[in-house]
């Protein structure tokens, strides 16, 4: 008796083992796949070649955000238009941005027309068939239990037509359980504090990142990462920030005069309604202010991802590139992009 006490401890021992060393899955292994962040779906021929040379064949593609109007009503806003049309051999999976405080109200209504209205947008375009949904919602502890009944609703009404449920995931999300949905994407940008002058570059900082590590191993959700490839042009007024300037013409000395660094000082008072960031019509600058250009280098880039797959062999089956802009995609070389892609 005894020894068969002693087989079966060693056995609950092996079996424990296993269970703790399973590696926790990634998502399908796929071909290199971008974000495509504009409200007017319109390629250019460096997006083009971006996505053929790189073997693009996802585009995870903004459709709308939902929002709460004025009025209190929950409603979708920006609502893609295509002045283009979909590359062939090209999936696309439409994406929706929820803004968090939309989870206050009862949303229980919402979910069928939201999946209604993604499938109507891709009736009417010609888009490729499409079997999957990726909801995009920065929820908090606090909010959490709404969102996560939204999206089993979702999940139900996407399985009606053959379709998958896919979320986004930011860092501060990886500590609580995982949300019910087919895999999720850990969006590795936007990771500091864009308010702290001095803070590091808010969009990826190997020393953000390196605290949530410890939760990427044991996620309960299959997981892929993206990247970003984009850089900002802080505008700050003393040490507060004030704006995020887009397509700011910083070669005009009229306006700005170089202080090294990445960075600028404003010379003279002036409104840029033309840079107006999406959540202003018009920014005002002012003589003394400061603009600081940050980026995050390709090293800090490499650096986390190889972290990442350190904590998760599989979260890197899949890499998604943040964003297909013209603009942004210069801002490394082609080389860099392959490492991404497929170190």
Known sequence: MKKVIAALAVLLAVVAVAVVFVPKPGVERSQPAVYYWRTVFKLDSVERDFLAHHGVEKIYLRYFDVVVNPDGHVMPNATIQFADSVPAGVKVVPTVFIMENCLRHNLDSIA??????????????????????????DWTANSRADYYRFLTTVRQLLAEHGMKLSVTVRLHQLSMPAPPADYGVLMVYNTGDIKKKGGGDPILNPDDVKPYL???????????????????????????????LYDAQFDDESLYAPAGDGKCVVVQDRDLPQFASPDAEVIFLHAGDSVLHRQPSADDILAVRKALSHHRKTINNQVIIYSLDSKSLNNYNSSYYEKVFNN
């Open 214 to 244: 410890k939760y990427v191993g044991a996620y309960d959700l299959p997981l892929c990462a993206a990247y970003p490839c984009f850089g900002w042009d802080l505008l700050y007024r003393g040490d507060e920030f004030q704006a995020i």
């Open 112 to 137: 069928p027309k939201l999946v209604k209205r993604v499938r109507q947008i891709s009736e009417t375009h010609g888009v490729p068939v499409i079997d999957e949904l990726q909801i995009d919602c």
